[in-house]
C-alpha cells in the first residue's frame, strides 16, 4: 500500500484559453426539503474553477434554484408526484451527460422508490466519471454490486453511516478500522473511496491519502455537499478520481480551518466555507511547501 503525502497543485491558468477548458459538471440533486444540498454541491463546483456547472433537479423545484444561483445553470427533470426524482429523467441526464466532462448524484435526491431505480440505472449506464453520494449512495443499500455494472470510472464518497448501510457492518466497526474499510471497499468495487470524517480517508486499493486539515465545526448539514460539487468541478479540470478526492479533501478542510478562525467551531455553517474556499485555493496556489 503506498501512503500519499502530497497535495496536487492547481496550475495557473493560460491566458489563451476558455470556459470549454475548465470542464463542464453536471450535478444531479435535490428533492423537497433539501434543494439546499443543490444549491452547497453546485456552489463548491463553481468556486473550485469550473468553467460550466448545471445542477439537475425535479422540475417543480427549479423556480427555487433558479432563484438561488446566478453563475450555476439548471436543468428541469422529470419527477414524481412527491416531486422526487422520476426514472423518467434518465434520458434526459445521459442525455446531457454527453456535453459533460463528469457528474455528481445523490445530495438531497431522497431515496423513493422511483428515484433509487433511477440511481441504479445511471450508475449502469453513465459513460463519463460518475461521484456518487450521499442519498446516491442510500439508495445502493443492498445493491453495492451494481457498482461492478458501471461503464464508467466510479468515486464514493460515504459518511460512516452511509458506508455502513453499504456494507452491513456497524459505524462503531467502521470507525476502529476507517482505512481498511476505505480500502478493501476499493478494491471489491474498483472505485476511489472517499470515507469522510476526522482523518478522512481517500484511497484507490492501492494508494492512500489521510487527510489532516478541518475540524469539528465543520460537522454541520451542508458541508459534505460541497466536497461533492468541488470533487466533481478537479475531475472536469482533468485530475485524476484519486488527485482530485486528494485534494478537494484537502482545500475542503483548509477551508473550514479557515472559517473556524473567523467564525469560531460553534457557528460555523456551511456557506461559511464557501466563503473561505476561494482563499484557500489561492493560499494553496501560492504556497510552495504543500
Same mark, same amino acid.
Given at each position: 500500500?503506498?501512503r500519499?503525502?502530497k497535495?496536487?497543485?492547481i496550475?495557473r491558468r493560460k491566458?489563451?484559453?476558455?470556459?470549454g477548458?475548465?470542464?463542464?459538471?453536471?450535478?444531479?440533486a435535490?428533492?423537497?426539503?433539501?434543494?439546499?444540498?443543490?444549491?452547497?454541491?453546485?456552489?463548491?463546483?463553481?468556486?473550485c474553477?469550473?468553467?460550466l456547472?448545471?445542477?439537475?433537479?425535479p422540475e417543480?423545484?427549479?423556480?427555487?434554484l433558479?432563484?438561488?444561483?446566478t453563475c450555476v445553470?439548471?436543468?428541469?427533470?422529470p419527477e414524481?408526484?412527491?416531486h422526487?426524482?422520476?426514472?423518467?429523467a434518465?434520458?434526459?441526464?445521459l442525455?446531457?451527460?454527453e456535453?459533460?466532462?463528469?457528474?455528481a448524484i445523490g445530495?438531497?435526491?431522497?431515496?423513493?422508490?422511483q428515484?433509487?431505480?433511477l440511481?441504479?440505472?445511471?450508475?449502469?449506464?453513465v459513460?463519463?466519471?460518475?461521484?456518487i453520494?450521499?442519498?446516491?449512495?442510500?439508495?445502493l443499500?443492498?445493491?453495492?454490486?451494481?457498482?461492478l455494472?458501471?461503464?464508467?470510472?466510479?468515486?464514493?464518497t460515504?459518511?460512516?453511516g452511509?458506508?455502513?448501510r453499504?456494507i452491513?457492518?456497524s459505524?462503531?466497526?467502521?470507525?476502529?478500522?476507517?482505512?481498511? #474499510?476505505?480500502?478493501?471497499?476499493s !478494491?471489491? *468495487?474498483?472505485?476511489v =473511496?472517499?470515507?469522510? /470524517?476526522?482523518? %478522512? #480517508?481517500?484511497t484507490?486499493?492501492? !494508494?492512500? *491519502?489521510?487527510?489532516r =486539515?478541518?475540524?469539528? /465545526?465543520?460537522? %454541520?448539514?451542508?458541508?459534505?455537499?460541497?466536497?461533492?460539487?468541488?470533487?466533481?468541478?478537479?475531475?472536469?479540470q482533468?485530475?485524476?478520481?484519486?488527485e482530485?478526492?486528494?485534494?478537494?479533501v484537502?482545500?475542503?478542510?483548509?477551508?473550514?480551518?479557515?472559517?473556524?478562525?473567523k467564525?469560531g467551531?460553534?457557528?460555523?455553517?456551511?456557506?461559511?466555507?464557501?466563503?473561505?474556499?476561494?482563499?484557500?485555493?489561492l493560499?494553496?496556489?501560492?504556497?510552495?511547501?504543500?
Open positions: 500500500m503506498k500519499v503525502s497535495i496536487p497543485r496550475p491566458r489563451d484559453t476558455n470556459k477548458n475548465y470542464g463542464k459538471i453536471l450535478i444531479v435535490g428533492s423537497p426539503g433539501f434543494t439546499g444540498a443543490a444549491y452547497l454541491a453546485g456552489k463548491g463546483a463553481l468556486l474553477g469550473s468553467g456547472v448545471t445542477v439537475g433537479c417543480s423545484l427549479l423556480p427555487i433558479a432563484s438561488k444561483f445553470m439548471t436543468l428541469p427533470l414524481t408526484d412527491s422526487s426524482l422520476s426514472e423518467a434518465l434520458a434526459a441526464i442525455a446531457k451527460c456535453t459533460c466532462d463528469a457528474v445530495p438531497g435526491i431522497g431515496t423513493q422508490v428515484t433509487k431505480s440511481v441504479h440505472a445511471l450508475v449502469r449506464e459513460r463519463i466519471p460518475l461521484i453520494d450521499a442519498d446516491g449512495l442510500n439508495n443499500t443492498g445493491s453495492a454490486q451494481i457498482l455494472e458501471r461503464k464508467a470510472p466510479v468515486m464514493v460515504p459518511h460512516p452511509e458506508m455502513s453499504l452491513g457492518i459505524i462503531d466497526q467502521i470507525q476502529k478500522n476507517r482505512e481498511g #474499510v476505505a480500502v478493501q471497499f !478494491r471489491k *468495487y474498483k472505485v =473511496t472517499v470515507l469522510k /470524517g476526522y482523518k %478522512t #480517508v481517500v484507490d486499493g492501492e !494508494r492512500v *491519502y489521510i487527510n =486539515t478541518g475540524n469539528p /465545526g465543520m460537522a %454541520t448539514g451542508g458541508t459534505g455537499d460541497i466536497l461533492t460539487g468541488m470533487v466533481a468541478s478537479f475531475i472536469g482533468g485530475f485524476g478520481l484519486f482530485s478526492a486528494q485534494l478537494a484537502y482545500l475542503h478542510g483548509f477551508a473550514g480551518d479557515m472559517a473556524a478562525k467564525y467551531e460553534v457557528s460555523l455553517i456551511a456557506t461559511d466555507l464557501l466563503e473561505s474556499l476561494p482563499r484557500a485555493i493560499s494553496h496556489q501560492r504556497s510552495k511547501h504543500r
